[in-house]
């Protein structure tokens, strides 16, 4: 039976291997990094390595990282009306967040719901920049929350843009850079982002494990979700995953160096595959291509062709792709970041995500191309002949 091909990388990556073996070697230790014996100091050396790769990676000051299990308790711990910045401690009032984010970001942290509004997005999949300008007139202390990069178009949103008008508006700026990170240049002064989200296993560290980069460590929050012993500067209590952490450094470290070669591999690689689509299925609709997207992410649909039967299908020939929506318990849901670009229900529910990684291959896209000529072809017949039309 031929290998399995693995196209669903923005769900998650595999482990890099530097991050592979930092992570055996911290598991080999014991000491707490809270402890002052010298296991205990060998652990903390650990983390606060880890620390400096993982800020470096995205331009931040290692003293503004607060390690996290994930990035979705980033985004719960970063959406908070009670953030302080050092001599300005009244709540934030409102928060402002994108109509595509992330369900973690959508939650709405601790915020009411009353106080959540969403700014819509544009058919390219951008946030429209000049709604949240407008927004941000009836708000006097609010918090915006904009990711950097859609997990299911891959559009890449202006963020720096909206980042000036919302600091002009007397605002914090909070990304979510998940999907971004270690695919596109990243840096926290140049987004002009007060806080920042990543995730480990998007980057080839290990899952269970996430950070929330803050521009200041002037910036920190009267009502951390777990409190305790105080670690993480008391933002963040628990015993430190030290493993996961020491993962998530070396993947960050690895990342960063590879990032302008990866990027260039993967952009070839989605090019060679989108062209191939086409030219198979002439009315397939690829959404984003209006705007920047990632160079690893491609979200189509073909009319008549429904994306979970499609996703199974693929899945019996070996290749693994996701539907654009997330399917957070198996279950696959509308996407809300298609509704919000006004894509049709009918084409919304065809929505297949392929997401690409450091370890594609032209092999393996030709793999899926070949994988989709067969699936896409029977699924369209049969849905043609459900519909009472000949094939
Ligand atoms: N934000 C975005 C944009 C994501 O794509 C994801 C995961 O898919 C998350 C946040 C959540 O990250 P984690 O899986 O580490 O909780």
């Not at 493993?243 to 260039?264: H, K, N, S, T, V």
Request: net charge neutral.
């Amino acid at each position: 039976m031929a290998e399995r091909v693995y196209f669903d990388w923005n769900a998650t990556t595999p482990l890099r291997p530097q991050a592979q073996q930092a992570l055996q070697d911290a598991l080999a230790r014991t000491g707490n990094p809270s402890s002052v014996h010298a296991e205990g100091r060998a652990g903390r050396h650990v983390i606060e390595q880890a620390r400096e790769d993982v800020a470096r990676l995205v331009g931040a000051r290692p003293v503004g990282v607060i390690f996290t299990s994930s990035g979705t308790e980033a985004n719960a711990l970063a959406l908070s009306p009670l953030i302080e910045t050092t001599g300005e401690k009244r709540p934030r009032d409102r928060l402002f967040m994108s109509a595509i984010e992330h369900s973690s970001v959508r939650a709405g942290g601790r915020f009411r719901r009353e106080a959540i509004e969403d700014i819509p997005v544009g058919a390219d999949g951008r946030v429209k920049v000049a709604a949240l300008a407008e927004a941000l007139g009836r708000a006097s202390r609010p918090l915006v929350s904009i990711m950097l990069a859609n997990n299911e178009t891959g559009v890449v949103q202006p963020v720096a843009e909206a980042a000036a008008i919302v600091h002009a508006a007397g605002g914090l700026l909070h990304v979510d850079a998940v999907q971004a990170a270690g695919r596109i240049p990243c840096d926290v002064a140049a987004l002009g982002a007060d806080l920042l989200t990543l995730s480990a296993h998007k980057i080839g560290g290990v899952k269970g494990a996430g950070a929330l980069a803050r521009a200041s460590d002037e910036i920190h929050f009267a009502d951390p979700l777990i409190r305790g012993g105080g670690q993480e500067r008391g933002m963040r209590a628990g015993t430190e995953n030290v493993a996961g952490i020491a993962a998530f450094g070396a993947a960050a470290a690895a990342a960063r160096r590879q990032l302008a070669d990866e990027a260039a591999e993967m952009l070839a690689l989605r090019n060679l595959l989108e062209e191939g689509l086409r030219a198979f299925s002439p009315q397939v609709v690829i959404f984003g291509t209006a705007a920047e997207r990632l160079p690893n992410t491609t979200l189509f649909a073909l009319d008549g062709v429904n994306a979970e039967t499609a996703i199974i299908a693929l899945d019996l020939e070996g290749v693994a792709v996701s539907s654009g929506a997330a399917c957070s318990s198996g279950k696959v849901q509308p996407s809300h970041v298609l509704d919000a670009m006004g894509v049709s229900p009918r084409l919304l529910r065809g929505a297949v995500r392929v997401s690409l990684g450091w370890t594609t291959t032209e092999a393996d896209v030709e793999r899926f191309l070949g994988a989709w000529r067969m699936v896409s072809g029977a699924l369209s017949k049969s849905s043609k002949q459900q519909r009472g039309i000949a094939a």
